[in-house]
């Protein structure tokens, strides 16, 4: 059994994870820990306290006790908004609090990115146009070209949870660019598991989402890989493990 640790902010989407969980179809477990959320706003300030290192590690104690090997804060908007440099430090924070490998998901889309082989991306965002943007500097930190970034204007993660498959399509749509390799939908708050077979289906081109990119990065982090292919592209990659 591999044990794979989640900090997740608040109560909005979270229900992706025992989606993602059945999907994967093999010996890995998705332990989810609640972190406070404080201030539920997409907005600067709000969004670097609920990513601090003390709101962190009030979680890893627990993770740590379920016996997780590798833990990743599930959260783009409160880890790309410290800037690469910040969000880099926020994951070493963690990996020593919690005495195993660590990361965010902010990372888990430019590694998930890297492993797709793309090299353009579009961002579909549900944040307003300022947040969004800096996910985009995130991305070009990381040498990514970003080719089009669409924000939705929505303030809290709580509206976010609301959005169905009708939401989530049009987002998609309107975000997607001809020339971007694939499509970034950058939101822990948003359901997606569910939609990313069919989104990938209608845009022809792969479509990395929050909580896919998530779990993927801490599969990463214990060297563990899975064939999936009901979880996209990302999830069709030859496994180092096969299960």
């Given amino acids: ?98 005495g195993m490998p660590a990361s965010s998901t902010s990372f888990a889309f430019v590694h998930a990115v890297r492993e797709i082989g793309a090299k353009r991306v579009a961002v579909g965002a549900t944040y307003p146009d300022d947040v969004a943007d800096l996910f985009a500097e995130f991305l070009r930190a990381a040498g990514l070209e970003v080719t089009g970034v669409r924000g939705s204007g929505i303030i809290t993660a709580a509206e976010v949870g609301t959005w169905g498959e009708a939401e989530v399509f049009a987002l998609a749509r309107a975000a997607d660019d001809p020339s971007a390799q694939a499509l970034l939908m950058p939101d822990t708050a948003l359901h997606t598991a569910a939609h990313i077979p069919a989104l990938e289906k209608e845009l022809g081109k792969p479509v990395l989402t929050a909580n896919q990119v998530t779990v993927w990065e801490a599969l990463r982090l214990t060297d563990r890989r899975v064939n999936a292919p009901e979880l996209g592209a990302l999830f069709k990659r030859e496994p180092i493990v096969q299960a």
């Fill in 1 to 98: 059994m591999t044990a794979l640790g989640f900090l997740y902010p608040g109560h909005s989407a979270e229900d992706d994870y025992p989606r993602i969980e059945q999907l994967l179809g093999s010996d890995i477990r998705l332990d989810v820990v609640h972190t406070d959320i404080g201030e539920d706003a997409h907005r600067v300030d709000a969004l670097l306290e609920m990513g601090s290192a003390g709101r962190l590690a009030a979680g890893v104690e627990e993770l740590r006790l379920a016996g997780a090997e590798s833990v990743v804060w599930a959260c783009t908007s409160g880890s790309f908004v410290y800037g690469w440099e910040g969000a880099h430090e926020q994951v070493r924070s963690l990996a020593l609090t919690a």
